[in-house]
């Protein structure tokens, strides 16, 4: 693998305070542990034929000019605040890749490098949030793996960095001028804007729903489990094409959003797995409401907490409830972290409890309204047929949580990843739980299930163990 070094000159720069999810993001990390990585979120860019390498480097040092997220650094002040420091000058390091004439496939190769770089840990007060790999053959570029500091980029900002460049690598490819950058909020100026009275009240509002929340949650989403040792942590991800198609007609039977009919069956199968009637859960939310915001290479992701009444008379009562918990949550997900913990800490003192809020999920997909696109046939015999297709695998845990679902989308199926500390949920609970989701979305897609037949219905039963003190 050779290494290239390609130089940017931006006029922008400046400092200032981080931003909510910048700082959301580094707690994260530091909470945890900073020497490993934090899931760095990629993204791959297909090169149009016609360009040299040294086109599509060119390309990278132009990119790194329109988003100061790529040229931010972070450091703790002297009073203890996060500060943000736009650089606008430097180097940026890229490796390329020769496939050769008999080497490995694109996509192959594509894969492995991911698997490397989303694992690889940053020093994020001295080190530029991007890390491309151009992969070429005999000089001919054919794709470019783009990777980036989580607390850079969160997975809308890297498919906003993705469309970026793929636009631009399209117009050099043409001969036509480079496209006008994307009209986005920068970081410093998402700073400026939750300093405002505008983002002031909608911080403020952020903490009055965590405080309300918090004096009703459950202590711990297990109560019954005895661990012993330390973390060891695991994950499995689920491909299904029935769930995806069951949980899309659900979506447009009950006209919510498909994270709705998704929170509902993940928070059932929760329960009946830990004799829960409630389930608590930080839905991690976009925080992209306005069109600066949704367009911004940034990382703007934070958990609101979600408590869900498992009870009722149908799975439709459940689902109901998660999207009005779900909107809840999208309108109360920006806050100043440190001062949420605070709130926490003072809800524990007066609740007389350690409260476990390490119950995470997360609705990646791109398409989570109802009129989400269905492919195919898509009634019960072809959902039922696709189930012969579901695959489980075991997969390296990025994640530091007891529990955290991902959804993403796939070309033509839904992929639940499910991490987990295995004191809580072993091998086969993983296995079981994912399954569960997927068995619950399509038979409540064709019947009427009432919550308290989902532990039947799956299989999935309360662990028997004795509750520690």
Known sequence: MERRSVEFTRQSTGSGPATCGQASMWLDITD?????????????????????????????GAL???????RTFLAEDAGGGLTQTVTGAGLLPVDLVDLGADGDGLWAALAGRRQVVERLPWDLAAELPLRPTVFHRAGEPLAVLLSAAHTAADGTGVRNLVADLASMVEARAKGLERPAPPAARQPLEQARHERSGEGRRRLAGALDHWRARLAAVPPTMFP???????????????????ADLALNLQAERHDVSGTAILLGATGLVLGAYTGMPVCAVQLICANRIQEPERRAVACMIQGALVTLDLRGESFG????????????AYRNSLYDKRELRRIIRSAEEERGVRL???????????????????IGPADEAAVRHALRDS???PEPAVEQEKFALYAEDTPEMLRLTLHADARYLD????????????????????????????????GIAPPRREATA
């Open 32 to 60: 945890k542990d900073p020497s490993e990585a934090f899931f760095n979120p990629s993204g791959e860019v297909e090169i149009p034929s016609g360009l040299t390498v040294d086109d599509v480097l060119d390309e990278l």
């Open 427 to 458: 091998a086969g609970a993983l296995r079981d739980v994912l399954s569960g989701i997927e068995r619950l979305l399509v038979e409540s897609a064709f019947g009427e299930i009432r919550p308290d037949e989902v532990g039947a219905l799956t």
């Open 356 to 374: 476990d809020l390490s119950c995470v999920f997360n609705d990646m997909r791109e398409e989570t309204r109802p009129d989400r696109r269905l």
């Open 391 to 393: 695959l489980i695998r």
């Open 64 to 70: 790194m000019c329109r988003h100061e997220s790529l």
């Open 224 to 242: 019954a489990a005895a661990a012993s040792g330390p973390p060891s942590y695991h994950a499995a991800v689920l491909f299904s094409r029935a």
């Open 317 to 328: 009562d459940v689902v109901t409830r998660a999207w009005a918990a779900s909107l809840r």
